[in-house]
C-alpha cells in the first residue's frame, strides 16, 4: 500500500500487518488494530507525536469517541485530555482531501460539544491549529516542539 510521506518533522514507529490483501496499522491509543485507511494514517501520526513528542500517555488520547450534536450522533477523531478534562480536538481528513472553511466548521462544531482549548485540523500534509479565545477562535501557527 502506497502512502504519502507526511509533513511532521519527526518519524514515528508505526506497526504494521498485512491480513490478506488489507493492511493494519496497531493503535497503541486503543490497544488494538486497524483498518490502514488514508484518515487512519493521519490519526496515527498524531497519535504517535503526541505520545513520543509531546509526553501525553496513551490513557490520555481518546480516539473515535461518538458525539451528539443537533441530535446527529457523529464521532471525534482524536481528543488529548489533562486530568480527564478536555485538552487538544484533533481533526483528521486524508491527505488527498482540502482543509476548507467547511472542514474547520465541522471541527469547531464539534468542539462547541467538548470545549478543548486547541482545535487542530490536518490532513496529515496541511495543519491548521486554533486556540480557543472569549472572543473565539484565534488561528497560530503551528509549532513542533
Sequence with gaps: MELPKLNFKETFDLK???????FFIYDP????????????????????YFLTVEGY??????????????????RIDLLITE???????VECKAPHLK??????????????VIGAEI?????????INAKLTPAGFEFVNFEWS
Design 57 to 74: 500517555a496513551a490513557s490520555a488520547m481518546v480516539a473515535e469517541k461518538k458525539l451528539e450534536i443537533n441530535g446527529l450522533t457523529k
Design 16 to 22: 504494521f500487518r498485512k491480513d490478506k490483501d488489507k
Design 119 to 127: 482545535i487542530i485540523l490536518s490532513n496529515g500534509l496541511q495543519h
Design 99 to 112: 482543509l476548507t472553511e467547511a472542514t474547520f466548521d465541522q471541527i469547531a462544531r464539534y468542539n462547541s
Design 83 to 89: 486530568k480527564t478534562l478536555p485538552k487538544i480536538l
Design 29 to 48: 491509543a486503543r490497544k488494538t488494530w486497524l483498518l490502514l485507511t488514508p484518515e487512519e494514517w493521519v490519526r496515527q501520526h498524531w497519535v504517535q
